[in-house]
């Protein structure tokens, strides 16, 4: 069985960097996908980025492309959310989520994924 927990989150200004983290216990070695999403308030949970575990594959919503950066650490076991030129829009509750049951494959659909962390609140003021 696998934990997450979240880590990083703030109060930040527009154009401010913040990097979260999500640290990964119990069965780390069986974790084969890993991904971030996030939950504004009164929307849905969406895709934000996702990594395969034991590669170098990475997947981003166009929303955060070129300013958000997925990375993991396997000595370590924590993955990581690298977030630059934040705006307001960015404002939400961040969950990192994993997959043990399948192959290495990218993968944006929430359903994919197993195992939830509770989440970190990341609040963008303009």
């Known amino acids: 069985q696998v934990q997450l927990v979240e880590s990083g989150g703030g109060l930040v200004q527009a154009g401010e960097s913040l990097r979260l983290s999500c640290a990964i216990s119990g069965r780390s070695d069986s974790v084969a996908n890993m991904a971030w999403f996030r939950r504004a308030q009164g929307e849905e949970r969406k895709f934000v980025a996702a990594?395969?575990?034991?590669?170098?594959?990475?997947a981003y919503a166009d929303a955060v492309k070129g300013r958000f950066t997925i990375s993991r650490d396997k000595a370590t076991s924590t993955a990581y959310l690298q977030m630059d030129s934040l705006r307001s829009e960015d404002t939400a509750v961040y969950y990192c989520a994993t997959d043990s049951t399948r192959g290495p494959v990218l993968m944006r659909r929430s359903q994919a994924y197993e195992t939830w962390g509770r989440g970190t609140q990341v609040t963008v003021s303009s």
């Open positions: 990594i395969v575990w034991h590669g170098q594959s990475t």
